[in-house]
Structures are given as C-alpha cells and as structure tokens.
C-alpha cells in the first residue's frame, strides 16, 4: 500500500471519527435536554402544590390566631385581645426581621470569596511554574 493511499485512509479515519463524536455529543445534549424538561415539568408541578399547602397554612394560622383572641376575650376584652395578638405578631416579625437582616449581611457578597482565592492561588503557582 502506497504512502498516498494509506493517508487518504488515515484522513477518511480521522474524518469519520470526528463525525462520529459531533452526533455522540449532539445526541447527549438531545438526551440531557430531554430529561430536563421532564425534571422541570415535575418540579413545576411540585412547586404548584408546595405552594397551595403554603396558601392552606396560612388559613390554619388565621384560624388559630383567630382562636387565641376568642380565648383571650375570656380574661379581657375584645379589643384588648385583639391588639395583644397583634402587638405580639409584630414583635415576632421585627425579630424575624432582625435576625433575617444578619443573615443577609453575612452571606454578601455572593461572590465564593474562598474559591476564588483558591483559584487565584492556584493561577499564580501554575504561572510561577510556567516562568521556572
């Protein structure tokens, strides 16, 4: 076999190879996208449904708080009730509130501060070892 004919063979290889991994790499996207899909129909539907039981305890909370102040009126007045029950959500919501602002301020910025030093320390050592 002559020199010409063994690397038309070897290029036909290389040609079919390529084209071969092109479809491999298509066809695994299709399927990947395919199965995201299915997965975000699901968790739109899930997500639905968690958010009617969200929309349901809320119901239950009114009901009980609505409960607490009937019992309270057995002690004191209805309107002292009421406002007792109210003073205490409120109180409740600015410590939520509170607390919930820490929380913010602690985990901003957003950014992974340490990946992205150890990244940067990983940059600098592949640099230093490229000038050696």
Known sequence: MSDATR???TAD???QAAEQI???VRDELALARSEMLKKGKRAGVGA???GGSGVFALFGV???LTT???VLTEVIPAWASALTVTVALFAMAGLLALVGRRQVTRGT???PQE???SVRADIDEVKERAHR
Request: hydrophobic share 60%; no cysteine.
């Open 13 to 15: 290889l290389v040609r």
């Open 62 to 64: 009114a009901a009980l």
């Open 22 to 24: 092109t479809r491999l």
């Open 109 to 111: 910025p957003p950014m």
């Open 48 to 50: 639905g449904l968690f």
């Open 7 to 9: 690397g038309a063979g």
């Open 68 to 70: 607490i102040i009937l």
């Open 115 to 117: 990946a992205v030093r």
